[in-house]
Every structure is written in C-alpha cells, then in structure tokens.
C-alpha cells in the first residue's frame, strides 16, 4: 500500500491569506487528487493533479481558488487562497494504488480560518 | 447525474451482524469502493468490488449488483471499535464519487 504524509497537519489561518498543503507519496504514483471535507459532511473531490499539466478542476473549483502543483510523480501541493471561514475544512490527498484495485487517502490537513 | 445513497446513521449491538446498503447512479462506472472512517480520522480503505457478487475479508464482506446499481457492506462479530462512518464511493473513470456516509454506533 502506498503511504501518504500530507504537511502540516493543521493550521489557523487569518481571513484573506493563502495557505500550501503539501502530499508527499513513498511510490511514484499516477493519479493524484485533492478532497475537501467540511464539517460533518462526506468527501467532496476539488481536483485531479495532473504531472506536468494543469490540474483538471470539479464543477465548482477554480484555478485561482485551488492552485495545484504536481512536479513530479510523488509530490503535489493544493494552496487555498484568499480563504475566508467557508474554508475551514479538512483537505485530503489521495492516491490510486498499483491494478486501481484501492485507493488511499493521507492523513489530511485541518485547516481553521478565522 | 450522479448520486450515491446510503442511510445516515445506524445502531446496533456488540457481537451482532449489521447491513449498510449503497445505491448509486453514475456514468463510466468503474467499481465500488467502501471506507471506513474515525471521527478526526482520514478515510481508510475497507473493500473494492467490480464484478458482481461478495467479497469476503475477515469479519467485513461486500456485496455488488451492477445491475441494480446497489452494494451492502455487511459487517460480523460487532465490535465497539467498529463504531465509525462507513463510507460508500462509486468510481466514476478515474473519480470516486462519496455518499454521504453512514454513522454505526455499536452499543455493548
């Protein structure tokens, strides 16, 4: 199984300023997304990190919102920008195993915006 | 459209068998993934299936109907541990499409 370290683990943040998660994978990987979970609600997917392309973003998600890096095979970051409270959520990176017979999540990142 | 239905919340006692069933609609169906999750927890990985039929691991099994566009996940021998949400998620091509979760809470 593939094991996943998504940096940092929390934050609070102040309305208006940006914030990057970083998904670190220990396996090269092909597919790479990014979930939202906001309070008490199940997962929703913001977008797939491509490598060496732009990101392709879900209905409601935009680029200038949600800007995704994907460098390389085992790294992404997801920066939120501009937050406000609507943001506070947990973000969480997700890889597809090797046969796409799993897919696993990492630890996620909770973040609070004041 | 897509849609994924699963009951909100269940109950059920140590040592019993309990159900959790999953409807879903989706395009490009290409498989059926349950997960379980720990309040504060990150979503871990319970059961993929693609063909019809049951899959059996341990105490957890899950069942598939393609035709019917339906899973359960069936869990034996409760434990209080088991008190979590269980997750259904159809993938979509590359995508997983979540229900809403359902929350078990297993009483002694």
């Known amino acids: 199984s593939a094991v996943i370290s998504q940096k940092p683990s929390r934050d609070i943040c102040q309305r208006g300023t940006s914030l990057t998660i970083q998904c670190q994978v220990d396996?090269?990987?092909?597919?790479m997304f990014w979930y939202r979970q906001q309070p008490g609600q199940s997962l929703t997917l913001i977008a797939t990190a491509n490598q060496g392309s732009e990101a392709t973003y879900e209905s409601g998600f935009v680029i200038d919102k949600f800007p995704i890096s994907r460098p390389n095979l085992t790294f992404s970051t997801l920066t939120v920008s501009n937050m406000s409270p609507e943001d506070s959520s947990i973000y969480l990176c997700s890889v597809i195993g090797q046969g796409k017979e799993t897919q696993y999540f990492g630890p996620g990142t909770r973040l609070l915006v004041l | 459209g897509q849609n994924i239905d699963q009951p909100t919340e269940m109950t059920a006692t140590e040592g019993a068998i309990v159900q959790i069933n999953c409807t879903y609609q989706t395009s490009g169906f290409n498989g059926l993934f349950w997960y379980q999750q720990h309040a504060g927890e990150a979503p871990t990985f319970l059961s993929y299936?693609?063909?019809?039929g049951l899959e059996e691991k341990g105490r957890f099994s899950s069942f598939l109907s393609r035709s019917k566009g339906y899973s359960y996940l069936l869990l034996k021998e409760l434990q209080m541990k088991d008190s979590a949400s269980y997750l259904c998620a159809a993938r979509n091509t590359d995508k997983l499409i979540f229900g809403t979760g359902t929350r078990l809470q297993v009483f002694p």
């Open positions: 299936n693609v063909l019809d």
């Open positions: 396996s090269q990987v092909t597919m």
